[in-house]
């Protein structure tokens, strides 16, 4: 099975700050990727298939990029809304796995 | 708008069984493969196993925990996705979410709102 490692498991920013969050996978995946937000007691929201394809309605300071076992999730100027936990997930073959989580936390 | 809704959730003894549905509106069933997520709490996501369109076979794949235990069905004709739970053990417990396949690959773009399985005795 494919095990997806996320780093850092958590992070403290500020209002306005770049971030990036990576996340690895054990062995290639090509571009089989997917990023979802997930705030407390919520759904997960789809943020980012194919590795860096933007889902319908999701704001453009989010940005993905990456392909075979390392990724990145970039948000460009961290608004009050997106202190959540992210996830990413391998879809490139079954069993399907999601990282452990990041989450980040207003500092 | 697409919707899914999951029913069926409760308290269940360990070494028994449950059965989950979901039902998805404003989208075509048929077409789409179906997933099970689930998430202990407090904890992150974890995939519990997928079934495809009956065009791609209505095969079925599960991760390692539920495989042997779970299994999972569609009705195509009430546009309904089923996960039956044998077995249960406490580490069961969780909510379950039933999620469907984007056309364009096993992420997934819409999602229920989550079933509460607790396995206690």
């Known amino acids: 099975d494919i095990q997806m490692t996320q780093s850092p498991s958590s992070l403290s920013a500020s209002v306005g700050d770049r971030v990036t969050l990576t996340c690895r996978a054990s062995q290639g995946i090509s571009n089989y990727l997917a990023w979802y937000q997930q705030k407390p007691g919520k759904v997960p929201k789809l943020l980012i298939y194919a590795a860096s394809t933007l889902q319908s309605g999701v704001p453009s300071r989010f940005s993905g990029s990456g392909s075979g076992t390392d990724f990145t999730l970039t948000i460009s100027c961290l608004q009050p809304e997106d202190f959540a936990t992210y996830y990413c997930q391998n879809y490139n073959s079954a069993p399907l796995t999601f990282g452990q989580g990041t989450r980040v936390e207003i500092k | 708008e697409v919707q899914l809704v999951e029913s069926g959730g409760g308290l269940v003894k360990p070494g028994g069984s449950l059965r989950l549905s979901c039902v998805l509106s404003g989208s075509t069933f048929s077409n789409v493969w179906m997933s099970w997520v689930r998430q202990a709490p407090g904890k992150g996501l974890e995939w519990v196993g997928r079934i495809k369109s009956k065009k791609d076979g209505e095969t079925t794949d599960f991760a390692a925990p539920a495989k042997g235990r779970f299994t999972i069905s569609r009705d195509d004709s009430i546009n309904t996705v089923y996960l039956q739970m044998n077995s249960v053990k406490t580490e069961d417990t969780a909510v379950y979410y039933c999620?469907?396949?984007?056309?364009?690959?096993?992420?997934?773009?819409?999602w229920g709102l989550g079933a509460l399985v607790t396995v206690s005795s």
């Open positions: 999620t469907r396949g984007a056309p364009s690959g096993s992420f997934y773009d819409y």
